[in-house]
């Protein structure tokens, strides 16, 4: 609503809309029975038929329990053998005499040879928050997927806008605009309680904007706007304490005190092998659940516009300030994942063992058992196995500037020729955080480290080189300020006879850089955050179990963020991280060019031919971080010489230096080619995605679009189209927006020729068809047909409006990725074509199966004689290029189609009215595949396993205006 305050000088206007919404979401996970939550795991054997002799050993020896304490005489790292089952697989009942070697430490089991000692309390009391199963036991084969259960998701919108305008005189006028908006949603909560995996909690959305704006005409030709424009957003997601306020892993689960020094109390996410998560976690909190977020933007703006003879001239020139406050911790409760080896007979499952009393065994074991246990993956040292970290995040407060100005004249050279000269400039300075919580990497700085002194008594230091460096307040950069983003822009437009108009133009423009005010995502906060690794296996030797779910940082808790303390040093055994100023200088750009004509034909029908072309350069080349690599020199070396190099251990000189478990850095030995890396004292030196990649683009577009009049309006647009480039993603922390398979950026194969990177983008489809009508069918009253139709029967068949989308794309090209690579050491792998790849067009589902007519996994077969795509040899590369174009993946097919109805209601209320919706997406109800499985030796290669969009919804809808 609006209307004047000030009759003549002052007007408002008033909205006000509020959304409601619900949404059905379900949930399918792998639960304990009764009897697990009890310490009882004999189904494991029962279920499937199989029985416990006397002595309580599973007549399958793999589904049997085997005590983690138990360990052969003979065993070693990698090589751990079990020797004392668990009898029934009855944890409560089974007393467990530990192990000697652990005697002394904070290791050694409980209560020796007390009944149920291996039962860990705090596994204990997060299993009995599992909900029970809703499958009657037994009833799907194993106990994977044995529970489900639906909800809804909620989410309620508010929002307001107020605009007031006044007019100081005929020449000044000012206009104020405020707008706010919350928001509030809250995901289903499938296990009903404190411990859910599903949910993270309540989130609320707050924003705010304020605009002003000032205009004064000092003479027709000549006038000034002046604007100002304030953005807020906050958004508080509280994580599942928001719904639980007194939630306390310490006082609820019996954890340390030291589990709660990340700031954020939490349950741990607990993920277990085995057993279907409900939603990524098997219980316990999600992770990355919790965000604190506020940004805020200032952006002034000033401009000038001067009409001088023939110039049109604009003028102008802005700032923006932009601000984050952000923390996102991943995982304030610590994550810890399960699997069998805590309860197997041999460390790895799977493997192939003869027991002399009970035959042949895969390694048996159960994840959920190893849970109630406590005791995480142990089948290999931190970091690899993957168990998860405990996480003190970081806060940060980051703020950059931005400066731009411009200058455009368009010409009027003549009544059918004009001509539109500018050029802008603009300068971003580099962001700054608040309490300059920020490093970046220097390839040549130099440092010395000191050895321990119990491991090397009156050794010297070591002088290394290339490490960490940190802000300060007289430093508080961590990239270089660009100052070389120049942009001309020039464009022209001339009539020709017959309403004919020729149209051209060219122009540069930088994008964004990475540089600018940021969350926790970019690179450049070493110190600040850190994350402690779980080491479940003694000394981390995967031999004899460590830390416990209930203690699972005996003695010290986790690290603390050391901030800028160490200096150089910070990170000295791991990998170092931040931006290279020298390497991420250049900001991307883009040359963009076109030329079209355009015709105006009868019946308010207008057509389009447009060539475009745009030329990328500096792009960012996602994926391309690392820094820490063996020298181009290694190209030359044979297949002998490669393989010593992988795979021999040589003597680690930075022994008794680097001493941190963690790091693979602090033992006896390194793999030899680790000593020939540039930094050697790191596993990675790794910057921000560096903007060395180029593209380029061609497209002939072509429009066809009718005004509505007749009762018809519709757009034909066809659109034929080649993207190229060396990259395409900008960074492998968003991979998940595009630019490689499966979530992943797609990773460098040989960094030393990166022309061999350059191919068709992979999000390049080639031709699209779209045809959108509005079609107001001339049937009823006022219509053509029955222009005089009774009311009644006009309510019925009057007034139809039919409205569609059609679109027809070509597929994106294929990408054909290793599961299994033996790359060059520091370098990358793809797969080998030995021919042209052909699509299966013998039947559809042959298709669906295997998408490939002449490649395929494992041995030759009638369908699948031989494989043009096929595994390179050990350090080589693959000649299979980025992506391939010969064939695509599947195409789009899509028609969504909708009817409208108007009921008039103006005897109520002037424009009253109702509206009748009927929308159909994908009417036709056509299947658009995804792509097929393209990761070669995956197992499923060359299957399509899901569709790229729904099948046929229809909804109905009914709305009214007054």
């Given at each position: 609503?609006?209307?004047?305050?000030?009759?003549?000088?002052?007007?408002?206007?008033?909205?006000?809309?509020?959304?409601?919404?619900?949404?059905?979401?379900?949930?399918?996970?792998?639960?304990?029975?009764?009897?697990?939550?009890?310490?009882?795991?004999?189904?494991?054997?029962?279920?499937?038929?199989?029985?416990?002799?006397?002595?309580?050993?599973?007549?399958?020896?793999?589904?049997?329990?085997?005590?983690?304490?138990?360990?052969?005489?003979?065993?070693?790292?990698?090589?751990?053998?079990?020797?004392?089952?668990?009898?029934?697989?009855?944890?409560?009942?089974?007393?467990?005499?530990?192990?000697?070697?652990?005697?002394?430490?904070?290791?050694?089991?409980?209560?020796?040879?007390?009944?149920?000692?291996?039962?860990?309390?705090?596994?204990?009391?997060?299993?009995?928050?599992?909900?029970?199963?809703?499958?009657?036991?037994?009833?799907?084969?194993?106990?994977?997927?044995?529970?489900?259960?639906?909800?809804?998701?909620?989410?309620?919108?508010?929002?307001?806008?107020i605009k007031i305008d006044h007019r100081f005189s005929e020449t000044k006028l000012l206009s104020?605009?405020?707008?706010?908006?919350?928001?509030?949603?809250?995901?289903?909560?499938?296990f009903n309680g404190p411990a859910d995996p599903c949910t993270g909690g309540p989130v609320q959305?707050?924003?705010?904007?304020?605009?002003?704006?000032?205009?004064?005409?000092?003479?027709?030709?000549?006038?000034?706007?002046?604007?100002?424009?304030?953005?807020?957003?906050?958004?508080?997601?509280?994580?599942?304490?928001?719904?639980?306020?007194?939630?306390?892993?310490?006082?609820?689960?019996?954890?340390?005190?030291?589990?709660?020094?990340?700031?954020?109390?939490?349950?741990?996410?607990?993920?277990?092998?085995?057993?279907?998560?409900?939603?990524?976690?098997?219980?316990?909190?999600?992770?990355?659940?919790?965000?604190?977020?506020?940004?805020?933007?200032?952006?002034?703006?000033?401009?000038?516009?001067?009409?001088?003879?023939?110039?049109?001239?604009?003028?102008?020139?802005?700032?923006?300030?932009?601000r984050i406050n952000f923390t996102q911790p991943g995982w304030p409760g610590g994550q810890f994942?399960?699997?069998?080896?805590?309860?197997?007979?041999?460390?790895?499952?799977?493997?192939?063992?003869?027991?002399?009393?009970?035959?042949?065994?895969?390694?048996?074991?159960?994840?959920?058992?190893?849970?109630?246990?406590?005791?995480?993956?142990?089948?290999?040292?931190?970091?690899?196995?993957?168990?998860?970290?405990?996480?003190?995040?970081?806060?940060?407060?980051?703020?950059?500037?931005?400066?731009?100005?411009?200058?455009?004249?368009?010409?009027?050279?003549?009544?059918?020729?004009?001509?539109?000269?500018?050029?802008?400039?603009?300068?971003?300075?580099?962001?700054?955080?608040?309490?300059?919580?920020?490093?970046?990497?220097?390839?040549?700085?130099?440092?010395?480290?000191?050895?321990?002194?119990?491991?090397?008594?009156?050794?010297?230091?070591?002088?290394?080189?290339?490490?960490?460096?940190?802000?300060?307040?007289?430093?508080?950069?961590?990239?270089?300020?660009?100052?070389?983003?120049?942009?001309?822009?020039?464009?022209?437009?001339?009539?020709?006879?017959?309403?004919?108009?020729?149209?051209?133009?060219?122009?540069?423009?930088?994008?964004?850089?990475?540089?600018?005010?940021?969350?926790?995502?970019?690179?450049?906060?070493?110190?600040?955050?850190?994350?402690?690794?779980?080491?479940?296996?003694?000394?981390?030797?995967?031999?004899?179990?460590?830390?416990?779910?209930?203690?699972?940082?005996?003695?010290?808790?986790?690290?603390?963020?050391?901030?800028?303390?160490?200096?150089?040093?910070?990170?000295?055994?791991?990998?170092?991280?931040?931006?290279?100023?020298?390497?991420?200088?250049?900001?991307?750009?883009?040359?963009?060019?076109?030329?079209?004509?355009?015709?105006?034909?009868?019946?308010?029908?207008?057509?389009?031919?447009?060539?475009?072309?745009?030329?990328?350069?500096?792009?960012?080349?996602?994926?391309?971080?690392?820094?820490?690599?063996?020298?181009?020199?290694?190209?030359?070396?044979?297949?002998?010489?490669?393989?010593?190099?992988?795979?021999?251990?040589?003597?680690?000189?930075?022994?008794?230096?680097?001493?941190?478990?963690?790091?693979?850095?602090?033992?006896?030995?390194?793999?030899?080619?680790?000593?020939?890396?540039?930094?050697?004292?790191?596993?990675?030196?790794?910057?921000?995605?560096?903007?060395?990649?180029?593209?380029?683009?061609?497209?002939?577009?072509?429009?066809?679009?009718?005004?509505?009049?007749?009762?018809?309006?519709?757009?034909?647009?066809?659109?034929?189209?080649?993207?190229?480039?060396?990259?395409?993603?900008?960074?492998?922390?968003?991979?998940?927006?595009?630019?490689?398979?499966?979530?992943?950026?797609?990773?460098?194969?040989?960094?030393?020729?990166?022309?061999?990177?350059?191919?068709?983008?992979?999000?390049?489809?080639?031709?699209?068809?779209?045809?959108?009508?509005?079609?107001?069918?001339?049937?009823?009253?006022?219509?053509?047909?029955?222009?005089?139709?009774?009311?009644?029967?006009?309510?019925?068949?009057?007034?139809?409006?039919?409205?569609?989308?059609?679109?027809?794309?070509?597929?994106?090209?294929?990408?054909?990725?290793?599961?299994?690579?033996?790359?060059?050491?520091?370098?990358?792998?793809?797969?080998?074509?030995?021919?042209?790849?052909?699509?299966?067009?013998?039947?559809?589902?042959?298709?669906?199966?295997?998408?490939?007519?002449?490649?395929?996994?494992?041995?030759?077969?009638?369908?699948?004689?031989?494989?043009?795509?096929?595994?390179?040899?050990?350090?080589?590369?693959?000649?299979?290029?980025?992506?391939?174009?010969?064939?695509?993946?599947?195409?789009?097919?899509?028609?969504?189609?909708?009817?409208?109805?108007?009921?008039?209601?103006?005897?109520?209320?002037?424009?009253?009215?109702?509206?009748?919706?009927?929308?159909?997406?994908?009417?036709?109800?056509?299947?658009?595949?995804?792509?097929?499985?393209?990761?070669?030796?995956?197992?499923?290669?060359?299957?399509?396993?899901?569709?790229?969009?729904?099948?046929?919804?229809?909804?109905?809808?009914?709305?009214?205006?007054?």
């Amino acid at each position: 609503m609006g209307g004047p305050i000030w009759k003549k000088k002052t007007f408002f206007f008033f909205d006000y809309e509020g959304r409601r919404a619900r949404s059905f979401t379900s949930a399918t996970a792998g639960v304990p029975t009764d009897a697990m939550k009890k310490g009882d795991f004999g189904e494991l054997c029962t279920l499937d038929g199989n029985t416990f002799n006397a002595s309580g050993m599973c007549s399958d020896p793999s589904q049997q329990l085997w005590d983690p304490y138990s360990v052969s005489n003979s065993s070693s790292q990698g090589n751990t053998t079990r020797t004392q089952i668990i009898p029934f697989n009855n944890l409560s009942t089974y007393a467990s005499p530990g192990n000697p070697a652990l005697n002394g430490t904070p290791y050694q089991v409980s209560n020796p040879r007390t009944a149920g000692n291996l039962i860990d309390p705090v596994a204990s009391k997060l299993m009995q928050m599992f909900p029970s199963p809703t499958q009657p036991i037994g009833s799907t084969g194993d106990l994977s997927s044995d529970w489900f259960a639906a909800g809804t998701n909620k989410d309620s919108q508010n929002q307001f806008d107020i605009k007031i305008d006044h007019r100081f005189s005929e020449t000044k006028l000012l206009s104020g605009k405020y707008a706010e908006r919350r928001d509030n949603f809250h995901s289903f909560n499938c296990f009903n309680g404190p411990a859910d995996p599903c949910t993270g909690g309540p989130v609320q959305e707050h924003d705010h904007l304020l605009a002003l704006n000032y205009a004064q005409t000092f003479r027709p030709t000549l006038t000034l706007t002046l604007s100002y424009g304030f953005t807020r957003g906050a958004v508080d997601q509280t994580g599942i304490r928001g719904d639980f306020p007194k939630l306390d892993p310490v006082a609820d689960l019996g954890l340390p005190a030291y589990m709660e020094v990340s700031g954020f109390p939490q349950y741990p996410a607990i993920r277990i092998s085995g057993y279907n998560g409900a939603a990524g976690n098997n219980i316990g909190t999600q992770t990355f659940s919790i965000i604190k977020e506020g940004q805020e933007t200032h952006n002034l703006l000033g401009g000038l516009n001067w009409i001088k003879g023939k110039h049109d001239l604009k003028f102008g020139g802005e700032m923006r300030v932009h601000r984050i406050n952000f923390t996102q911790p991943g995982w304030p409760g610590g994550q810890f994942r399960f699997d069998k080896t805590g309860t197997s007979q041999l460390l790895t499952p799977g493997a192939q063992f003869v027991d002399p009393a009970n035959g042949p065994s895969d390694g048996s074991g159960d994840g959920m058992a190893s849970f109630l246990i406590g005791i995480g993956r142990m089948s290999s040292p931190q970091p690899a196995a993957f168990n998860g970290p405990y996480e003190v995040p970081n806060n940060v407060a980051t703020q950059n500037f931005q400066f731009g100005g411009f200058v455009q004249d368009n010409l009027k050279v003549g009544p059918k020729f004009t001509l539109n000269l500018g050029l802008r400039y603009e300068v971003s300075l580099p962001r700054t955080e608040r309490f300059n919580r920020m490093n970046w990497l220097d390839p040549n700085i130099s440092y010395t480290l000191a050895a321990d002194s119990a491991v090397l008594p009156g050794a010297p230091p070591l002088t290394l080189k290339g490490g960490e460096v940190f802000a300060s307040p007289k430093n508080r950069y961590n990239y270089d300020t660009f100052y070389g983003a120049i942009q001309p822009r020039f464009g022209f437009a001339y009539t020709l006879p017959h309403t004919l108009v020729v149209r051209g133009g060219y122009g540069i423009y930088f994008q964004q850089p990475r540089s600018g005010a940021a969350g926790t995502g970019p690179w450049g906060y070493q110190g600040f955050d850190q994350q402690t690794q779980w080491i479940p296996s003694f000394n981390n030797l995967t031999v004899l179990p460590g830390a416990r779910l209930s203690n699972p940082f005996p003695g010290t808790g986790p690290k603390l963020p050391p901030g800028n303390s160490l200096g150089s040093l910070n990170d000295v055994g791991f990998s170092a991280v931040g931006p290279i100023p020298s390497v991420s200088h250049n900001v991307p750009y883009e040359q963009a060019w076109s030329f079209g004509l355009q015709k105006e034909l009868p019946w308010k029908i207008v057509a389009e031919a447009n060539y475009v072309g745009k030329k990328g350069t500096h792009l960012y080349l996602g994926g391309f971080r690392e820094n820490n690599l063996l020298p181009a020199s290694v190209l030359q070396l044979d297949n002998a010489q490669l393989t010593d190099l992988a795979n021999t251990p040589a003597t680690n000189p930075l022994l008794g230096y680097i001493t941190d478990p963690l790091s693979p850095l602090s033992g006896a030995t390194v793999p030899k080619y680790q000593l020939m890396l540039p930094y050697p004292q790191f596993t990675g030196f790794q910057g921000d995605s560096p903007p060395i990649a180029n593209s380029i683009y061609h497209a002939a577009q072509f429009r066809v679009e009718k005004s509505f009049s007749g009762g018809l309006q519709f757009l034909v647009t066809y659109s034929l189209s080649k993207s190229i480039d060396g990259a395409s993603a900008t960074d492998d922390s968003i991979s998940w927006l595009g630019g490689g398979l499966n979530g992943n950026t797609l990773a460098v194969q040989n960094p030393y020729d990166l022309r061999a990177e350059r191919a068709v983008s992979t999000f390049d489809i080639p031709q699209v068809l779209q045809f959108s009508y509005v079609y107001s069918l001339p049937v009823g009253r006022g219509k053509r047909f029955g222009s005089n139709m009774d009311a009644i029967l006009n309510g019925v068949i009057g007034g139809w409006q039919l409205n569609g989308i059609w679109r027809f794309a070509k597929g994106r090209p294929i990408i054909l990725v290793l599961d299994s690579t033996n790359p060059i050491p520091t370098f990358g792998q793809r797969p080998s074509l030995t021919g042209l790849l052909q699509v299966n067009n013998s039947s559809k589902a042959s298709m669906v199966a295997n998408y490939f007519a002449n490649a395929c996994e494992g041995a030759p077969s009638s369908s699948c004689p031989s494989s043009v795509v096929v595994q390179p040899d050990a350090f080589t590369f693959g000649n299979a290029p980025r992506t391939i174009t010969n064939i695509r993946q599947p195409g789009n097919k899509n028609v969504n189609m909708s009817l409208f109805k108007q009921f008039p209601m103006s005897r109520f209320r002037e424009g009253m009215h109702m509206e009748f919706r009927f929308e159909a997406f994908n009417v036709f109800n056509h299947p658009n595949f995804a792509g097929p499985d393209t990761d070669f030796g995956g197992g499923s290669f060359g299957q399509i396993t899901f569709l790229a969009s729904p099948m046929r919804e229809v909804q109905l809808g009914l709305k009214l205006y007054f």
